[in-house]
Each structure stands twice: as C-alpha cells, then as structure tokens.
C-alpha cells in the first residue's frame, strides 16, 4: 500500500464518525429552530446563533456554510416534521384521519410559530427556495386528504383546485390564530373540518367521479 493510499485510508470517515457528525447536525437545528421561534431572522448573526449553540462559529459553517443555508435546513426539518404528521394517519378512518390532520396542524402551528409563518408566507422576503419546500407540504396534505376521501391520490384537476382552496383557507385561519389565540384549538379544528367537507360536497357536484363522503353524525 502507497503513502497516497495509506493517507485515503485515514481521512476516510467511519461510521461511527458519520454518526456523530449526523448528531451534532440534529443537535444544531434544534438550536437553530428555538432561536428563530424567539428572534427575527435579521436579528440574529451567526455569532448569536454560535454562542446560543456553544459552539464554534466555523462549525456551523461546516455544516450549513452559511446563515442562509442554516435557515434552509431548519424550514426544511420542521417540513418534515409537519409531513410526518400528516402521513402518520393512513391506518384510521378517514373523518378521524382529517381530524387528526388538522389537529396535528394546529398543535404544530401553536408550538413552533416562527417556522410556520415561515413555511406559510414564503420565509425571509421572497424566498424561492422556502416557497418550494412550502409547495412539498402542500403536495403532501393535499395527497393525504384525496386519499383519505376518495382512496387515491391522482385527482381530477378541479378537485385538486377546490383542496387547494380549502388548504390555503386553513393556513390564513391557522396564521390569525396563532396571532391572537382567543379561540380554543378544538374549536378552529372543528371549523376546518367542517368547511373541508363541504368542500368535498361542491367537488362532488361538479366531479361526480369524486363521492364526498357521508355526514359524519352531530
């Protein structure tokens, strides 16, 4: 064995160091989304961010390059999060599913309020980059709920148009309510769930090939 391989042989990371450097990934996100929950994105520097996570200012680059990338990389965890939510409900019937969803939504919204508005409003600005992972939850909720009514997510376009409506309703209701908090979540829940099916019904009247589901009993 050469010293050039010798050399591959000892920079290369093991799985363990891989591990690791997941963690400490993970570990700085969290920090990353409890300080932006609290403070504006301008107000921070990464200085801030370095002495709130206790750690290097060069680590954070090393990890995300700069405060641009490590913002993109918290919207994009707590994404994933509110997916995950969602996706979590395939095995319950569907009004408990949608109820479930929406509740799932608002416990989220409520509890992570800056990364939501984030997610909702498009971030810093006019953000492309958080709009596109913005648009990856709006495909995820808007597959979910089709599956949940109608069991597929391949839809005629104006059914998607009609959920669209509906879901961007529930982001305008869930960003005043979170603002004010004067009404209780089970409340706008109920409200939500409510108006989706009589979305379902006006889909129905125009796409017959997309039932909307019996009343659910009062």
Not at 71 to 87: F, K, M, P, Q, T
Not at 144 to 159: H, K, Q, S, V, Y
Request: contains cysteine; charged residues 25%; proline residues 6%.
């Amino acid at each position: 064995m050469n010293k050039s391989q010798q050399r591959g042989q000892a920079t290369r990371p093991t799985a363990r160091d891989t591990e690791r450097s997941q963690v400490r990934r993970a570990e700085l996100i969290a920090t990353g989304r409890k300080l932006f929950a609290d403070t504006s994105y301008d107000a921070l520097s990464m200085d801030d961010i370095a002495r709130q996570a206790g750690v290097a200012k060069g680590l954070i680059y090393y990890y995300f390059t700069n405060k641009r990338g490590y913002y993109l990389a918290i919207i994009e965890d707590a994404v994933a999060e509110l997916v995950a939510r969602a996706g979590s409900t395939h095995g319950l019937p569907p009004a408990e599913r949608v109820q479930h969803i929406v509740d799932g939504h608002l416990r989220y919204a409520q509890h992570h309020q800056a990364a939501y508005r984030a997610i909702v409003t498009g971030g810093v600005g006019f953000d492309a980059e958080v709009l596109a992972i913005r648009d990856t939850v709006r495909t995820r909720m808007l597959s979910t709920i089709a599956f949940g009514a109608w069991g597929r997510e391949d839809i005629p376009p104006l059914a998607r148009t009609a959920l669209t409506g509906w879901l961007s309703s529930v982001e305008g209701v869930t960003l005043d309510w979170i603002a004010e908090q004067k009404v209780p979540r089970e409340t706008v829940a109920a409200l939500l769930v409510r108006g989706l099916g009589d979305t379902l019904r006006v889909i129905e009247e125009y796409e017959p090939s997309c039932p909307a589901p019996p009343r659910p009993p009062r």
